[in-house]
């Protein structure tokens, strides 16, 4: 089925705004990009917050369902799971349109703790973070919450440090961590 103006919209509004941020694109650079009017625009969305939060919602759904999907296919456990996470970041950091998190820049364009996109990116990381609770529990390993917790830190960070360039390898830096939590755990 061919998608519909609005999702066309918000699939080509969410590349724009991974590759340029969310202030940085206005709505002139929107409709340049995507070859949509600001009539059209307008008409599906009443403001620029409004699509930057069809472009999140979006890039949550794409985004966890491309994790799981991958996790799931680099290990037949739940702890080994949880150690192809990092498997699946080390792909995601070696693609040429890796930009790091459109949620970690969301929420630094938006800092209000209350603020719209700033709480639908910290719900991006809450679900991810529940989802991991999950397969540690499935594991059996010891206070899956807080391993969760622990993992997800690990992840953000690779995700940092590929960004930044700081490390030659984050994603398999935050994965030798990542074991010796697990280990941990399983005592």
Known sequence: MRPNKRDEL?????????ANGFHATGMDKLVAVTGISKTSMYKHFR???DIILATLELRDENF??????QVEALADTPKGQLLAIYDALEDWFSLPEFRGCMFIKASAEFQELDHPIHVQSADHK??????????????????PENL?????I?????IIM????????PAMDAKAAAQALIDAASH
Do not use: C, I, P
Request: hydrophobic letters at 45%.
């Open 10 to 18: 918000v699939s080509k509004a969410l590349d724009v705004f991974y």
């Open 47 to 49: 403001t620029k917050e």
């Open 64 to 69: 966890r369902a491309w994790l799981y999907r």
């Open 126 to 143: 809450r679900l991810l973070t529940e989802h991991f609770v999950d397969v540690a529990k499935a594991a059996g390993l010891n206070d």
């Open 148 to 152: 969760a917790r622990q993992l997800m």
């Open 154 to 158: 690990l992840k953000e960070g690779a």
């Open 162 to 169: 590929a960004v930044m360039g700081h490390s030659e390898n």
